[in-house]
């Protein structure tokens, strides 16, 4: 179920993390991105395509060892996530998908995040089901299914960031633990068997986008040195442009996020030492936040943002600035050779978690080439995989969502 509409167009940025290090930082440093509402699919879809079966449903593991470092969810239960083993040729390699689901920026908000599963495990389903780019079965996952697959559950509200020393101390009881979650989750993969990994990525999806920038440098450095290290952002990049009105109404909130959790910890030394540590943030963000409601009391976009058939023509327009803007702040990147990038037009959020989207007979498609087959074009150095889409409406295989339907 989608609670909040999605934009317009999605941006799906990785790099290669290795001799150039460099790079992923520089990529930090010179762009502020924002964030805030978010969107949960259903793991009730129905589906027809034959291939599902139980085995689909992955159950939860919760972290026990996490009782002893003080890796706890907003509530103070335990952290969890869902684990399904590798075969075959893929037995030693590994595959983590940080979970999504936005931001609290203050006490009221993770106290009201607390109460769900974004903020405690006691309200997470104790079995998810793996599609897209966490499913087993080649025809939905190519490059990927028989890996050690991992989809690690999301309850800080701080993109797996915060920190326990700005807690309240004044009855407060919400527990700031990101970076310690992240840490005893690492320390439990390992001992699975990921110490021996020969190839790995990190991915996440939205605010788990931009755990997995925050967190790339020390996925590698935990993984053996001569192992193939990648990190793959989903809807991960975004723009510290003005709203439709013209006010950066988003930036007082990421300014509170970073002081409420102390996220500035876990931010690379490099970007807080040029930039205030709100500015250095890698916020997940959706062009949704271009036109807040907040920015809209006559509600001029509401049917725009709900769904991209209602916008007119002076909204596309709009629009269509804002894409120019990313693409001209990805110009750099673009001449990274060791980057890649799947950028389309399509209104949805989070496409590696379904199969429509990540790769099916109906998935988006940009020079014939689905998102999974451009994901492992980069990963498996194939071909130098930078697909950037037609501005909308131009893509026919576009997975548009409408959220005007119930």
Known sequence: MATNPDPWLRALTW????????????????TIVIFIAFTLFSDSRNYTDGVHSTDDLVPLTLLQRAQATGAFCLDGSLPGYHFQEGFGSG?????????????????????????TALG?????????????????HPSQNPDFYNWNRVKIRYCDGASFAGHPESEFKNGTELFFRGQLIWEAIMNELLSLGMSKAKQAL?????AGGLATFIHCDDFRDHLPKDATVKCFADAGFFLDEPDVLGNLTMLAFYHDVVKLQGVAKSLHKNCV????????VYLSSRNYQKFPVASDPKGYWSSCRLSI???DSTQIQRLQGF???????LSMFQENKEGGMFINSCFVHCQTLMNETWHSPNSPRINNKTIA??????????????????????????????YTRD
Not at 383 to 391: A, F, H, L, T, Y
Request: with cysteine; hydrophobic share 30%; charged share 25%.
């Open 273 to 280: 030492g040029i930039m205030e540590p709100f500015k250095a």
């Open 91 to 115: 037995s030693a390699n590994w595959l983590l998908h940080l979970e999504g689901g936005g931001w609290c920026n203050s006490i009221q908000t993770c106290n009201a995040r607390k109460g």
């Open 202 to 206: 990190l991915s996440g999806c939205s």
């Open 120 to 136: 405690s495990s006691k309200y997470m389903g104790r079995v998810v089901r793996f599609d897209g780019i966490l499913s087993r």
């Open 373 to 402: 087959e451009s994901v492992g074009d980069w990963y498996f150095d194939r071909e130098v995989s930078k697909q950037i889409d037609c501005p909308y409406p131009c893509n026919p295989t576009c997975y548009n969502m409408d």
């Open 323 to 329: 894409r120019d803007s990313m693409l001209k702040a």
């Open 309 to 311: 058939q209602k916008c």
């Open 15 to 30: 790099w290669r993390k290795g001799a150039k290090r460099g790079w992923a930082t520089a990529t930090v440093g010179f």
